[in-house]
């Protein structure tokens, strides 16, 4: 029981959890408690000073801000002004608060600001939908489009957006470099032949691609109702995030085994069956190494290609955060920040523990 403990925690990315169910089982107490220490009670007294200093970080430039604006008062209004203006500011007054780096506190109400602005929002949605039931149904029933909710998305529909959107660009950007990869892998001639677009092309901004990507998307798609904005931003996406795959997907069919090459040839498989039978599955490693790469990339420049795309996910909700100035716009970018670091965070382990998986039946299979 114990060993199918450990073996489930590994898998799901828990292995720090290892030495306590160990210690659990009273198995080697002092070897395991320090095992325990090391890898589960440094990583919380990290995060505790990690926490300290950002407090420490806020308060210094909090002062620093307050007695900049007590001094610009003092010099254009006079004594009373900066009185008044270093009053303001002890009471708490949101209209004249130094807007400089939020502390924990500050970040964490902006959390509960984000969330209670998020169910404000989902019951809007509720009243619209049950308002427009009954004209909906007869619109269905005469084929006509259907009345949807036109008003801002909450900031969790917003997350919806990004991870949609970098999921549809990762499956468009695997489509294309792994068939890419394997005709690259398989020919050395035409492996040498484009190899300068790889080298020019994957080094490339994500503002160009976008840019790029516009241009086509807006002559190509002239249909009112399809949302261009989320087109263009998941192709953007998968441009710029394809060729780790690519590269390793060549790299790895270019480097199987000869003697699984031969033994192929031995047995007379079609070019199908040598690719998948063969090909693909002795470099599943490094194409699967390329397709993590991949989404950690396409997450990395969504923000920025939302951004500039004016796709409601993440990146246009920092960019109007900023725009906006509000005393508490700065601490709404820093909840978007860990959110952002956050979802990179799970989407790499969820790559980790699909590898783990296919690996492992690969092995079963074995």
């Given at each position: 029981?114990?060993?199918?403990?450990?073996?489930?925690?590994?898998?799901?990315?828990?292995?720090?959890?290892?030495?306590?169910?160990?210690?659990?089982?009273?198995?080697?107490?002092?070897k395991?408690?320090?095992?325990?220490?090391?890898?589960?009670?440094?990583?919380?007294?990290?995060?505790?000073l990690?926490?300290?200093?950002?407090?420490?970080?806020?308060?210094?430039?909090?002062?620093?801000?307050?007695?900049?604006?007590?001094?610009?008062?003092?010099?254009?209004?006079?004594?009373?002004?900066?009185?008044?203006?270093?009053?303001c500011?002890?009471?708490?007054?949101?209209?004249?608060q130094?807007?400089?780096?939020?502390?924990?506190?500050?970040?964490?109400?902006?959390?509960?600001?984000?969330?209670?602005?998020?169910?404000?929002?989902?019951?809007?949605?509720?009243?619209?939908?049950?308002?427009?039931?009954?004209?909906?149904?007869?619109?269905?029933?005469?084929?006509?489009?259907?009345?949807?909710?036109?008003?801002?998305?909450?900031?969790?529909?917003q997350i919806?957006?990004?991870?949609?959107?970098?999921?549809?660009?990762?499956?468009?950007?695997?489509?294309?470099?792994?068939?890419?990869?394997?005709?690259?892998?398989?020919s050395s001639?035409?492996?040498?032949?484009l190899?300068?677009?790889?080298?020019?092309?994957?080094?490339?901004?994500?503002?160009?691609w976008?840019?790029?990507?516009?241009?086509?998307?807006?002559?190509?798609?002239?249909?009112?109702?399809?949302d261009?904005s989320?087109?263009?931003?998941?192709i953007?996406?998968?441009?710029?995030?394809?060729?780790?795959?690519?590269?390793?997907?060549?790299m790895?069919?270019?480097?199987?085994d000869?003697?699984?090459?031969?033994?192929?040839?031995?047995?007379?498989?079609?070019i199908?069956?040598?690719?998948?039978?063969?090909?693909?599955?002795?470099?599943?490693?490094?194409?699967?190494?390329?397709?993590?790469?991949?989404?950690?990339?396409?997450?990395?420049v969504?923000?920025?290609?939302?951004?500039?795309?004016?796709?409601?996910?993440?990146?246009?909700?920092?960019?109007?955060?900023?725009?906006?100035?509000?005393?508490?716009?700065?601490?709404?970018?820093?909840?978007?920040?860990?959110?952002?670091?956050?979802?990179?965070?799970?989407?790499?382990?969820i790559?980790?523990?699909?590898q783990?998986?296919m690996?492992?039946?690969?092995?079963?299979?074995?």
């Open positions: 029981m114990k060993d199918r403990i450990i073996r489930i925690i590994r898998f799901i990315g828990l292995g720090f959890l290892e030495p306590l169910i160990r210690l659990c089982y009273k198995e080697e107490p002092r395991n408690t320090i095992a325990f220490f090391k890898k589960a009670v440094f990583p919380v007294v990290t995060i505790m990690f926490i300290l200093v950002w407090q420490g970080a806020a308060s210094y430039l909090y002062n620093i801000e307050t007695e900049r604006r007590v001094e610009k008062a003092l010099a254009d209004q006079g004594e009373q002004a900066a009185i008044d203006m270093r009053a500011i002890a009471s708490g007054d949101v209209s004249c130094p807007n400089t780096l939020p502390s924990p506190q500050q970040v964490y109400s902006a959390y509960l600001s984000l969330w209670q602005d998020h169910l404000n929002i989902s019951d809007k949605k509720a009243a619209f939908s049950q308002k427009v039931s009954a004209t909906n149904a007869q619109r269905e029933a005469q084929g006509l489009s259907l009345i949807e909710y036109t008003g801002r998305p909450s900031f969790l529909d919806g957006t990004s991870i949609k959107t970098v999921f549809a660009g990762f499956l468009l950007a695997v489509l294309i470099a792994i068939p890419m990869g394997i005709i690259m892998g398989l001639t035409l492996r040498t032949a190899n300068w677009l790889i080298q020019i092309f994957r080094p490339v901004s994500p503002v160009v976008l840019l790029l990507v516009f241009m086509i998307v807006k002559t190509l798609i002239v249909n009112p109702d399809m261009k989320f087109v263009i931003s998941f953007s996406v998968a441009f710029c995030a394809m060729w780790a795959t690519l590269v390793n997907t060549s790895g069919v270019a480097t199987v000869k003697d699984f090459i031969n033994v192929a040839k031995v047995l007379r498989l079609s199908g069956q040598n690719i998948f039978k063969v090909i693909l599955p002795a470099s599943f490693p490094l194409i699967f190494t390329g397709m993590r790469i991949t989404l950690s990339v396409a997450w990395m969504l923000i920025a290609i939302e951004l500039l795309a004016q796709s409601p996910g993440l990146g246009s909700f920092v960019w109007e955060e900023f725009q906006n100035g509000a005393n508490d716009s700065n601490a709404k970018i820093i909840v978007a920040m860990f959110v952002i670091g956050g979802i990179g965070f799970l989407l790499d382990r790559m980790v523990v699909l783990q998986f690996s492992f039946n690969k092995a079963e299979v074995a």
